[in-house]
DNA sequence: ATTTTTGTCTACTGAATTAATAGACATTGA
DNA sequence: TCAATGTCTATTAATTCAGTAGACAAAAAT
């Protein structure tokens, strides 16, 4: 499962993906729009930030938006970030690898070959899916109301 | 992540599927040959056995063995029993749904949407990927080395 | 019969993680 | 100078994870 804090995360990065190019946005007017507790989200928020993914200005007029299009942030960023490993198993993890602690033989564990499999299939998605294609997706879905 | 419970319980699966057919066996010599915690997996293969994917006996010469053939266990069915849902939030979960806290409208939400397909993509894999094949890939990586 | 060998079941526990909450602080704009 | 924002660190309650403990039950060997 994702934890709420990336799922959160992503929720505000749609907000703000849709507020792109034009005024920052107030924590307090994503945290309403979402239903997400307001002082969990600026934890959120300031953290995305520090990794570079938003911009943010303080003072009167201030507030958060996107400081890369929408089109270039991925999911599997955002995920990373928030939540660390998408990989079901340390030893499959691409960007945070483990050794499973009770693990003899590395080379012939047919598990770890499985769950290989498991997390290219999702980063496939994850990977090729943007803030923006996300955005878009959720306007077809509208329509078919 | 898998939970250290549910990699328990596919090794022990995977000992007693190379094991079918023959004397069932004990507790004490998976946990060793697997380097898990004994007491530990005695919970995990009990859990097992109460859903019907093991069988054991008592008593001097007892100790557990498959109760399916090892081709009629699946990944997905290991997972679901100890772990619980294999989707990545509850809102998608075929076995476990549950509507998220937050959620306003989940018919137009971009990330549901996003997430059915990771959990299909996951569940290719997971629903066709059986004990024996685990044990079939295993035999191949010796041999490469 | 009794003892030994196995699994069964329930309760407990310490550590880590999750999902927040609190509050003092820093900066910007009016 | 003050009001409106974001920044940063600490704290906390609840839950989950990973494991441990021990009394019990049944089957086999003696």
Redesign the pocket.
């Known amino acids: 499962m994702l ?3 990336t799922k959160y995360a992503i929720k505000a990065l749609i907000v703000l993906g849709r507020n792109y190019g034009k005024e ?5 007017r994503i945290a309403e729009a979402e239903r997400i ?4 989200l ?2 959120i ?2 953290e995305m ?2 990794a570079g993914i938003l911009y ?9 938006s996107l400081n890369k299009a929408p089109e270039d942030i991925r999911l599997s960023q955002v995920m990373r970030l928030i ?1 660390g490993p998408i990989a079901l198993l340390p030893c499959v993890s691409l960007n945070f690898y483990r050794k499973c ?1 009770e693990c003899v033989e590395e080379g012939v564990c047919g598990i770890r070959d499985t769950f290989t499999d498991v997390r290219d299939a999702m980063l496939q998605i994850l990977n090729d899916t943007s803030i923006a294609d996300i955005i878009n997706k959720e306007k077809t879905l509208a329509l078919d109301d």
């Open positions: 934890s709420k804090k920052p946005m107030q924590i307090l507790p307001k002082k969990f600026e934890q928020l300031l930030r520090n943010s200005k303080k003072g009167a007029g201030g507030g958060y939540d602690d």
